[in-house]
């Protein structure tokens, strides 16, 4: 079996395991149920019992039972995400290719600012659970790696990217000034003071 069938295999049990008290634990946690609902009704959310490795890859039939987020480049289904409720900042990738949450907003604010739309800004969140909290709407980058950056970077100077926090605007600052385009503010920030040469 290829491993895309695999995944996609894996991500229908998941969703299948998700029932109606889950998602309403998700909806208790702050995740709109509009999303709860959209991403159940796409089968892009549910849950299995995993274990997670060292490596940051999880395997299915573990002990602890984990959230599962379909990753998808361009509608294609590329990865699992099993993050933990109790936990926000630990997830791990089912297979590792999946580099980040919300392709599609990235890839409408690239095309926006290459039609010359101004003051195009991209949300970008900690971790998948605040990505969820805001309504699956933005950005979360799962695995910051060179291409992760490159994608960032590629965004060009049009583009302001947003953060939850002045912490987080300031690190992100730091890895994207060595060629680095796009603005960086925190929630409520001024985009000039941040701004990445």
Known sequence: MSRFVELQAEMAAAALAMKLPALQ????????????????????????RVSVGKGGLWDPEGAEQRLILAVRLHGVLIDLLALSSSDRDSWALRTGVGSLLGQEALDEAFWAARFGIGGVTLALHATPFDWLMAGAAGVCVLDWDAAALGELRGLGREVTLVTDSEEAAARLHDLLRWGGLPRVVARGGCAQERRVA
């Open 25 to 48: 634990h998700l909806a208790a946690l702050g995740v709109p149920l509009e999303i709860c609902g959209r991403l159940h009704g796409a089968g892009d959310i549910g849950l299995a």
